[in-house]
């Protein structure tokens, strides 16, 4: 099958604050794909919460520093 045009897939994107977090304080993360999104799928690691399949959400972390978050943005025509 042929693979759909990449200008219907969404785009994920997403921000995080604050960027700078201090031992388990919160942050509040809100995605701002680009494009119909109609399932997020969420990998926070080291979080306390390390998964996430909303919109907007609290994350938080035990220790100060810097933890990867990815976003998989996903749609009837296929996922980011």
Same mark, same amino acid.
């Given at each position: 099958?042929? &693979?759909? %045009?990449?200008? @219907?897939?969404?785009?994920?994107?997403?921000?995080?604050? %604050? =960027?700078?977090?201090? /031992?388990?304080? /919160?942050?509040?993360?809100?995605?701002? &794909?680009?494009?119909?999104? =109609? /399932?997020?799928?969420?990998?926070?690691?080291? &979080?306390?919460?390390? =998964?996430?399949?909303?919109?907007?959400?609290?994350?938080?972390?035990?220790?100060?520093?810097?933890? %990867?978050?990815?976003?998989?943005? @996903? @749609?009837?025509?296929?996922?980011?």
């Amino acid at each position: 099958s042929k &693979a759909p %045009p990449v200008s @219907n897939l969404p785009i994920p994107d997403f921000t995080i604050m %604050p =960027t700078l977090l201090l /031992k388990n304080e /919160k942050s509040i993360v809100e995605e701002i &794909a680009r494009g119909i999104v =109609t /399932k997020y799928e969420w990998d926070l690691v080291g &979080a306390t919460s390390p =998964t996430s399949s909303e919109k907007i959400f609290y994350s938080q972390y035990r220790e100060e520093g810097s933890y %990867p978050i990815t976003l998989r943005a @996903n @749609n009837p025509l296929g996922s980011v």
